[in-house]
């Protein structure tokens, strides 16, 4: 069961965002997306809910 909200890594004007579900503001913006799911990966572990990775 998801608790928390999904984090999304998706492209952003200055790279690439870490964003939780229905949140205006991105919780990370880096310049890879590599970097992006490193840093979305850990947010689900504290928060119970999933990781979505768009685009490549």
Avoid: C, D, F
């Avoid at 870490?18 to 970097?35: F, L, R």
Wanted: glycine share 8%.
């Amino acid at each position: 069961m998801v608790k928390g909200k999904n984090q999304h890594v998706a492209k952003h004007s200055e790279g690439w965002q870490v964003k939780g579900s229905g949140n205006s503001k991105a919780t990370a913006v880096t310049n890879t997306q590599a970097e992006a799911i490193k840093i979305a990966r850990e947010i689900p572990k504290n928060q119970q809910s999933e990781l979505i990775i768009h685009g490549t």
